[in-house]
């Protein structure tokens, strides 16, 4: 694949600013001067610790250690290769691509997979946005569908680019192998069934998708990833999904179904304090929401929420409001939705519909002031959580409200929060109309029996170990003098001339990187603090170099920590072939191979250069 320029990759560091990238992914607010922070992308965490200097053009995050630019930033949470980033980089922000062999950059033949499956799924959505457009039997059909029966309106189909799959096949397999995707592309974009072992052509390619109103799904960052195809009279008797109202994409390199949230990505601009989040069931309901100025709904792609799904949202915001429909299985799905969100950290409350309601319908009906109405009679969490477990809680036995206590517990237990749990215990008490203490009690064997079947289980993978931070990387020589070397370059070159490369250990990154930049200094060829993409070859030193430049250090006396980093450098070299001349020394009767002369003399020497004081001789 052609190399980028490193010319054109700091234009693009220098042209694109840093907060306007992260903040696709992560809420940013103001953290002191010229600072912002949020929750980190990278790992889960209910206080934010992921902090962006956009002057400086780095992140870092002070929680797992995480450091670096817009161009790794990408690469982190998009699953980018460097110059596919570089490439997505340059077509979000209009920056032109450079490339060291010619201006074309690489053929499509060359992008990767991730990259093509993405291209694909922008030119599908085109396609059937605008069969559902066209003047024919499969546009009106959908276009009287969307309006009459699912009573939308045309401008939102457009906003959100509502497509329609034809009956019959009318030219999507043609039109991607016209503009040459790879084989590999279109066999694992989820838009056709293709038998394996047959030879890629128009007779081999089956549109999953059939007599469909298609609804494009999009990840956090509003890219297309999959669809979900609604149903019609229009879908043929021969569709192997004839019978499934909606059918969703399969999960390909772009898309997991459990790792996204319809509308999320519109969504997480609208939410703030006192407008939460919407969890409603299905993308239709969610279109419905916006529809009627309820920018903040969100849905599942199906009817379960998941883990991944809910740490997605907290980074945004933490309160939600969950909407699903009023029968059997919104409660049910609602009640699993509940202790997952508490393990999330998010702030619940439910919003609770008549059997038969759905948000759908009742916007339809009633336009935005349902949603008002409703939250009115909003229950919190445990409210929720009592009602579904013990409704009729007047005419209960005291067996009936041991079950229902225990099956609460299995929801308290969720939360991590001290105050959090106490609070629900005494809530439970009050509603169950039992005594606190004993309830307390009670909880606190069930946690017992939770912790001890914990222990017998069998032992799971060892907990990963800790992130690299300035706590536990900090500790070498070698650390400290690459901070001088980046924060105070005019120490570089005479820590060149100072410092043997033999007495640094280059089994880490920071020995292996100050060795690299002493041996720039040394040859008059260092690039400046700013430019050094082309001496960073890994990920961990790229990630080190960042989390160094991200702070700059308060040290009093530079040259007073060089000595003493040279001191400490010095020591370890030496000493251990000072007490191996010692051993020599003492156990000379037995070794007839040593000359005791020669040992003599140079323990002598090792010991006047330990005793020599070190002075860094620097200038200016």
């Not at 949230?261 to 239709?284: C, S």
């Not at 008549?354 to 409210?383: H, I, Q």
């Not at 060149?496 to 007495?503: F, T, V």
């Amino acid at each position: 694949m052609p190399a980028i320029k490193p010319t054109c990759v700091r234009d693009l560091k220098l042209r694109v600013n840093l907060a306007d990238v992260v903040s696709r992914v992560v809420t940013l607010k103001k953290a002191g001067a010229g600072r912002l922070k949020g929750l980190c992308p990278f790992h889960n965490e209910k206080t934010p610790s992921f902090h962006v200097d956009a002057d400086k053009g780095f992140y870092k995050c002070f929680g797992c250690g995480k450091a670096g630019d817009i161009i790794s930033f990408v690469r982190e949470t998009e699953q980018l290769g460097f110059t596919e980033a570089v490439e997505a980089l340059g077509q979000r922000f209009g920056v032109v691509i450079e490339y060291e062999e010619g201006s074309g950059g690489p053929s499509r033949e060359e992008r990767s997979l991730r990259q093509e499956i993405f291209e694909i799924h922008d030119l599908a959505t085109e396609h059937y946005h605008q069969a559902f457009k066209a003047a024919g039997p499969t546009g009106n059909f959908m276009r009287s569908y969307w309006v009459e029966q699912r009573k939308f309106a045309l401008e939102l189909a457009d906003e959100f680019k509502i497509g329609a799959a034809a009956p019959a096949d009318e030219g999507l397999g043609a039109l991607l192998l016209k503009r040459k995707f790879s084989e590999d592309a279109i066999r694992q974009c989820g838009l056709f069934f293709v038998r394996d072992g047959a030879l890629l052509g128009l007779g081999s390619l089956k549109p999953r998708f059939r007599g469909r109103l298609m609804i494009p799904i999009r990840d956090h960052q509003g890219r297309v990833v999959a669809f979900t195809a609604r149903q019609t009279t229009l879908t043929p008797e021969d569709d192997p999904a004839r019978e499934a109202k909606y059918v969703n994409s399969p999960e390909t390199p772009i898309f997991t179904k459990g790792n996204l949230l319809f509308n999320l990505d519109r969504a997480r601009t609208a939410v703030g304090e006192g407008r939460p989040f919407v969890l409603v069931e299905g993308q239709l309901d969610a279109l419905r929401c916006w529809s009627v100025g309820l920018k903040s709904a969100i849905a599942p792609q199906g009817t379960s929420i998941t883990e991944s799904q809910l740490v997605l949202l907290r980074r945004y915001h933490s309160q939600v409001e969950c909407f699903l429909d009023g029968d059997s299985a919104g409660q049910k799905a609602a009640m699993r939705f509940l202790p997952m969100a508490l393990r999330a950290g998010l702030e619940v409350r439910f919003l609770v519909l008549a059997k038969g309601d759905d948000p759908d319908s009742l916007f339809r009906e009633r336009g935005l002031a349902a949603y008002e109405e409703v939250r009115k009679t909003a229950l919190t969490a445990m409210e929720f959580a009592q009602r579904s477990v013990l409704p009729d809680v007047m005419n209960a036995s005291a067996e009936q409200k041991s079950r229902a206590a225990v099956t609460l517990f299995e929801i308290v237990s969720q939360a991590d929060s001290e105050i959090t749990r106490s609070t629900f215990l005494q809530e439970n008490a009050a509603y169950l109309r039992v005594s606190p203490n004993a309830l307390l009690r009670d909880f606190q064997s069930f946690t017992t029996r939770q912790q001890r079947q914990a222990a017998a289980r069998p032992a799971g993978q060892p907990a990963p170990a800790p992130a690299a931070s300035p706590a536990n990387t900090g500790q070498s020589p070698e650390h400290h003098l690459l901070i001088l070397c980046l924060h105070y370059e005019s120490l570089g070159k005479p820590l060149s001339s100072a410092l043997p490369h033999d007495w640094i250990d280059v089994t880490h990154p920071a020995g292996v990187l100050l060795n690299r930049f002493l041996g720039e200094f040394e040859h008059d060829t260092w690039p400046g603090r700013d430019h050094l993409d082309t001496l960073l070859e890994t990920t961990d030193e790229k990630t080190l170099v960042a989390s160094l430049l991200f702070d700059r250090p308060t040290i009093d006396d530079p040259v007073k920590v060089a000595n003493e980093g040279l001191r400490q450098l010095r020591a370890r070299a030496l000493e251990p072939r000072l007490r191996q001349i010692e051993l020599a020394l003492a156990n000379h009767g037995a070794d007839s191979n040593s000359d005791p002369i020669s040992l003599l003399r140079e323990r002598s020497d090792l010991q006047r250069q330990l005793r020599q004081p070190l002075q860094l001789p620097v200038v200016g």
